[in-house]
């Protein structure tokens, strides 16, 4: 499985950017998709996930409300809407896939994509 994400840039707090992550290969169904995080000097974090088969979708609690995570299943690809953009926001947004019931923990995924640099300024 390959996964190219793309969409990150430099946006002013306040404001919006839409990653994507388009995935290729031996795709399933029973994939979660992840997205995580890892600003300079910090652990990789989890952000969002959701189940390619039933769409469930999962936040951390410092995103709720303000990141929307869905699918195109047509495309193969998983977004992730970012809206309200903090400065703590800043950091290299990572997709991910695995199968099974992780949701959070980052050394459960088994595929990854490049990352995007996401920058908010203050």
């Known amino acids: 499985v390959q996964l190219q994400a793309s969409g990150g840039g430099l946006v002013q707090a306040g404001g919006s950017l839409r990653l994507s992550c388009a995935a290729s290969?031996?795709?399933?169904?029973?994939?979660?998709m992840g997205w995580f995080r890892q600003a300079p000097g910090k652990e990789r974090e989890f952000v969002s996930a959701?189940?390619?088969?039933?769409?469930?979708?999962y936040y951390t609690d410092s995103v709720k409300g303000r990141f929307t995570i869905s699918r195109d299943n047509a495309n193969n690809t998983v977004y992730l809407q970012m809206n309200s953009l903090k400065p703590e926001d800043t950091a290299v947004y990572y997709c991910?896939?695995?199968?099974?019931?992780?949701?959070?923990?980052?050394?459960?995924?088994?595929?990854w994509g490049q990352g995007t640099l996401v920058t908010v300024s203050s």
């Open positions: 290969g031996r795709t399933s169904s029973s994939y979660i």
């Open positions: 991910a896939a695995k199968e099974g019931f992780s949701i959070t923990t980052a050394t459960m995924y088994k595929y």
């Open positions: 959701i189940r390619w088969s039933s769409g469930s979708t």
